[in-house]
């Protein structure tokens, strides 16, 4: 519920975020910002958390730095959802040009990573060496390149039934041998198509530990 409330008072003073770094800032802005900023220095996260939340409060502009610094407070609080909360805001008020938006890029790429426990990166499937098609042994014949004929079922013989008995002729299709080439790979041994092991993407995602 409390982090509920913090949430809906972010929400509710990004839209109070100035962006014009001239403007002059109400005292109470200054101050409270300012001590978040020295008790973060000093390593007291959850002291700056209530410095910003009293921030966050007020009905006045707010530096868009303060969404930066809020970002960075909770990743080392290890509140990641609403670090990269933070950082986007800082990203999206400031754009490439902001003074700190290499450090939230890189702090909001951490901080997803933290929160799923992992980062996944594209690696070149090592089957089709990144072509997303490749020739894999035919899953029809398992690579034999043959199968038993379809109309004898293997036994080289077609029995016909009638009236005066049944009478008994060499297989037309395998030519009495019971065997015929695989369907699928016409006597290849292999399948040429989507790669298997990536399905046909040319790679596939890897699961790292965050750094």
């Known amino acids: 519920m409390k982090q509920f409330i913090l949430i809906l008072l972010f929400s509710i003073s990004c839209s109070l975020f100035a962006h014009d770094h001239q403007l002059q800032y109400d005292s109470l802005v200054e101050a409270h910002f300012s001590a978040a900023k020295q008790l973060m220095e000093k390593k007291d996260y959850n002291g700056a958390h209530n410095e910003f939340k009293e921030l966050f409060k007020l009905q006045s502009t707010i530096p868009d730095d303060a969404a930066y610094y809020y970002g960075l407070n909770q990743y080392y609080r290890k509140n990641y959802k609403l ?3 933070g950082f986007e805001k800082y990203m999206k008020l400031r754009g490439d040009k902001g003074q700190y938006f290499d450090s939230s890029f890189f702090y909001l790429a951490k901080a997803q990573c933290m929160e799923k426990g992992y980062v996944e990166e594209k690696q070149e499937c090592s089957l089709c060496h990144g072509t997303s098609h490749s020739k894999v042994k035919c899953t029809k014949c398992k690579g034999v390149g043959k199968e038993y004929c379809s109309v004898c079922s293997g036994s080289g013989v077609v029995i016909s039934r009638n009236a005066m008995g049944d009478s008994y002729q060499k297989c037309y299709k395998c030519e009495g041998t019971g065997i015929t080439l695989c369907s699928v790979c016409k006597g290849t041994t292999f399948q040429d198509g989507d790669c298997p092991q990536c399905k046909g ?9 965050c750094k």
């Open 83 to 85: 670090a990269q909360q």
């Open 201 to 209: 993407q040319g790679f596939v995602l890897i699961q790292k530990e």
